[in-house]
């Protein structure tokens, strides 16, 4: 029997909130501000903790929204927040404390043009706070680029999933393009959230109330003798390694006979997709490769990539920041160019077509 | 009477608490941390919530109180205490949620925080040991430092002019609407400390009972920070900090 | 005519030397040992224990509980 699927038009920053929601989450703490208010605007009409129990709290900050993320993803519970560029600044503490810690709280960055308070435009400004860490210390965090509303949709319950099977902190990085714009989205049916008892067998890890039968549980990032630290650090760099080896996504458009290719992420790639047809009507044969996950980078794909193709554009929105990541994934192969513009501009595909016979 | 038929496991009327494991706590002797975390295991036992308790410790010299209460602990930013709790026991209702913090993680890293969930009214209980200076990191100022107090980065003793004025938060919470229950107490002598656990009881009760948040302030002392002897450091507690910061309930509505 | 008599077991190993203890008991039971532990923190004892009579006041002002009281009614 065809499962009764609902489609509708909405905005990517209303698609999170849904699938929030459906998948199961059980508390969303989070603050406003441009361009993803959307989020706790539609959450708090939604009102779920009337239906699924859902809590939704509008914290005082986004340092305050963050640590009530950790609170409550480090008891158990599927717990997160959304915010923009400089609001994520803000909550790095608590990133690089719930990377210590291994608690698997999820974020989600719609981002906007910085550096500073910048602008409320869009931009892809943040990739290597995303990827680099913007806290302290050797961590990482799993980063999902959505590039529509309905990945929108779908990332949520996947960035539960993987923070939780690896106890790390997940984020979506988005943009204010994909946040703000309205598609067709297929929402994912309705999971219903663990009950307390799931919660407890399925995290012994977790704070929950200590019964007789286990040892005490201490959420901490915090050791002070180094031969223990040294452990946790090398457990740690371990565990990405595994992410690295596990969970690598990407997609590829028209990459058979790709002599070029452009590399791009979120709003980007689906302008990029348009650069790739006119390229195309040119008689350029360019092909899109579009990472789905930035940590873990496609590194090993983009080095098989680049054995196939005489040269690589990097279309991002930011003043080169990917091409990094690209630049030691094709490691002096073929030439790799950057194309981005700053300051809140959202490029055209022209502009990435020009920028692209830079490289031929 | 032979001292053996004294020392009987029938005749104790006092003892380490129970949920207080063996781990010698890392304090300086004489803090006033340890009879706190005391009264804190034996209140969380009386009310037979040692599997329901959960407790979130802060920076500060209590950031290894999860070493020495055997109940699930997190250990939060400095500051973020009170958020993180929002978090557990909006998620945990049946758990018993408290923070534990001193003056710099709760009056001045984290005051929005705690003025915060204060104010949403959050079924938690935070726990404040004001002792008027920061004790882990040497001896600073804090803001509850009072005025004329030395210390590292006041040498020539707290001036209005340079420091501004040491901050009353059980004031601040009383006033606000979210708030329950607002006391002080302190824990140096018997009578003191009898009392104070009848406090936290009372705070810890109105959680489980839905009555709002609560903050129970204990006035200490830091021998260490404050360079005086565990005894010389009560009385300098008891002619200096119990005037600025009068012991007593500031709000109780736990019976409305 | 019923008294009652106390006894104390100092944990030596808990015990700081803060001497709060000292300070808090009425009968003047307690004083610092001329020892110090493996911490090396003096500890105290009890050299009066004939005048204890249980009122555990050292156990609950002892910042560590490191006293455990023992109390019984004793008759005369």
Same mark, same amino acid.
């Given at each position: 029997m065809a499962e009764e699927r609902e489609v509708v038009l909405m905005k990517g920053n209303e698609a999170i909130a849904h699938a929030a929601i459906r998948c199961g989450c059980?508390?969303?703490?989070?603050?406003?501000?441009?361009?993803?208010?959307?989020?706790?605007?539609?959450?708090?009409?939604?009102?779920?903790?009337?239906?699924?129990?859902?809590?939704?709290?509008?914290?005082?900050?986004?340092l305050a929204s963050i640590y009530m993320v950790y609170g409550a993803a480090g008891a158990g519970k599927r717990a997160m927040t959304s915010s923009s560029s400089p609001g994520i600044a803000l909550m790095q503490e608590g990133i690089t404390y719930m990377a210590g810690a291994e608690v698997p709280g999820v974020f989600v960055n719609v981002q906007r043009g910085g550096p500073g308070l910048g602008t409320i435009q869009p931009s892809q400004g943040d990739y290597f706070q995303a990827t680099r860490g913007g806290g302290n210390g050797d961590y990482k965090v799993i980063v999902l680029a959505p590039s529509s509303v309905q990945e929108m949709a779908d990332f949520v319950d996947l960035a539960f999933e993987l923070a939780f099977k690896y106890r790390n902190p997940a984020m979506i990085l988005s943009d204010g393009?994909?946040?703000?714009?309205?598609?067709?989205?297929?929402?994912?049916?309705?999971?219903?959230?663990?009950?307390?008892?799931?919660?407890? /067998?399925?995290c012994p890890w977790a704070s929950t109330g200590k019964p007789k039968n286990r040892e005490r549980v201490v959420i901490t990032s915090l050791e002070l003798k180094p031969e223990i630290m040294e452990q946790r650090n090398?457990?740690?760099?371990? /565990?990405?390694?595994?992410?690295q080896e596990n969970e690598v996504r990407f997609e590829e458009q028209l990459m058979d006979d790709a002599e070029y290719a452009i590399v791009a992420f979120g709003s980007a790639a689906r302008i990029a997709e348009k650069s790739v047809e006119i390229a195309r009507e040119?008689?350029?044969?360019?092909?899109?490769?579009?990472?789905?996950?930035?940590?873990?980078?496609?590194? /090993?794909?983009?080095?098989?990539?680049?054995? /196939?193709?005489k040269g690589i554009l990097v279309a991002e929105i930011n003043a080169g920041q990917m091409v990094q990541d690209v630049r030691l994934a094709v490691n002096g192969a073929v030439p790799v160019e950057q194309f981005g513009r700053l300051g809140g501009i959202v490029p055209d595909p022209e502009e990435i077509v020009e920028a692209l016979k830079k490289v031929m | 009477m032979d001292r053996n038929q004294i020392v009987q496991p029938e005749n104790i009327v006092c003892k380490k608490p129970t949920l207080m494991n063996d781990n010698n706590m890392h304090y300086c002797p004489g803090c006033s941390h340890g009879v706190v975390h005391k009264l804190i295991a034996e209140v969380i036992e009386e009310m037979g919530m040692e599997d329901k308790a959960v407790g979130v410790s802060p920076v500060g010299c209590?950031?290894?109180?999860?070493?020495?209460?055997?109940?699930?602990?997190?250990?939060?930013?400095?500051?973020?205490?009170?958020?993180?709790?929002?978090?557990?026991k909006r998620c945990w209702p049946d758990r018993l949620v408290f923070t534990y913090q001193g003056d710099g993680d709760l009056a001045c890293i984290g005051t929005c925080e705690t003025i915060h969930a204060l104010n949403r009214g959050e079924n938690i209980v935070i726990i404040f040991v004001n002792n008027a200076i920061y004790g882990m990191t040497g001896g600073q100022m804090a803001p509850t430092t009072l005025i004329g107090q030395k210390t590292s980065t006041c040498p020539y003793g707290r001036d209005p002019q340079l420091h501004g004025y040491p901050l009353k938060m059980a004031d601040i919470a009383a006033g606000l609407e979210g708030t329950c229950y607002v006391t002080r107490q302190s824990v140096e002598s018997v009578a003191s400390i009898n009392k104070a656990k009848k406090a936290l009881r009372k705070a810890f009760e109105a959680s489980m009972a839905g009555k709002g948040s609560s903050l129970v302030e204990f006035v200490s002392t830091c021998n260490s920070g404050w360079k005086l002897s565990p005894a010389k450091a009560n009385e300098w507690m008891k002619e200096n900090m119990f005037p600025f910061y009068p012991k007593g309930d500031l709000k109780d509505t736990t019976s409305l | 005519m019923a008294k009652l008599k106390g006894a104390i077991v100092v944990d030596t190993e808990r015990c700081k030397g803060c001497q709060l203890c000292i300070i808090a008991c009425p009968q003047k039971v307690i004083a610092l040992a001329?020892?110090?532990?493996?911490?090396?923190?003096?500890?105290?004892?009890a050299v009066n224990e004939e005048a204890c009579v249980g009122c555990a006041s050292c156990g609950i002002v002892c910042p560590d509980g490191c006293i455990t009281v023992y109390r019984k009614k004793v008759e005369e």
């Open positions: 059980d508390g969303y703490f989070g603050y406003p501000i441009t361009p993803q208010s959307e989020v706790i605007e539609t959450l708090a009409e939604l009102k779920p903790w009337e239906t699924t129990g859902m809590q939704v709290v509008q914290a005082e900050s986004e393009v994909i946040g703000q714009m309205m598609e067709k989205v297929v929402l994912p049916p309705f999971k219903p959230r663990r009950t307390d008892e799931e919660v407890i /067998k399925q090398i457990a740690l760099q371990e /565990k990405y390694a595994k992410i040119q008689g350029i044969k360019v092909g899109l490769f579009r990472p789905i996950t930035l940590f873990p980078f496609p590194t /090993k794909q983009i080095a098989e990539l680049s054995k /196939k193709v | 209590a950031v290894f109180a999860y070493n020495y209460i055997d109940i699930d602990w997190q250990e939060a930013a400095h500051g973020r205490a009170p958020a993180l709790a929002t978090g557990i | 001329n020892k110090v532990n493996l911490h090396g923190y003096p500890y105290v004892e």
